[in-house]
């Protein structure tokens, strides 16, 4: 059974850090791209970042030069580390895991909550 399992949510005041983890399990992820996206409260999901097996990655503009995702193949771990955090940045964080990087039938964790401040 494939498993994205999600942790590191939580309420922050804004300018402060939080990081994501997610751990994948249940079958190997070798090769896959491995993504973070949120969810807001009554908008649709959108993309935050994704890293490639390379180690190439790819973020949002609105995170840009604030969150850093980076990978362990080893472990098939991923994390995203957030910086200076907004209230804007409030939402429900899924992780995702996709063969090619489309995203057009990925892997999706069970979301983790990030709630910031102002």
């Known amino acids: 059974q494939v498993q994205l399992l999600e942790s590191g949510g939580g309420l922050v005041q804004a300018g402060g850090s939080l990081r994501l983890s997610c751990a994948a399990s249940?079958?190997?992820?070798?090769?896959?791209?491995m993504g973070w996206f949120r969810q807001a409260p009554g908008k649709g999901r959108e993309f935050v970042a994704h890293?490639?097996?390379?180690?190439?990655?790819y973020y949002s503009d609105s995170v840009k030069g604030r969150f850093t995702i980076s990978r362990d193949n080893a472990r098939d771990m991923v994390y995203l580390q957030m910086n200076s955090l907004k209230p804007e940045d409030t939402a429900v964080y899924y992780c995702a895991a996709d063969a090619t990087g489309n995203y057009r039938s990925p892997y999706w964790g069970q979301g983790t909550q990030v709630t910031v401040s102002s």
């Open positions: 890293i490639r097996w390379s180690g190439n990655t």
């Open positions: 249940g079958r190997t992820f070798s090769g896959y791209v």
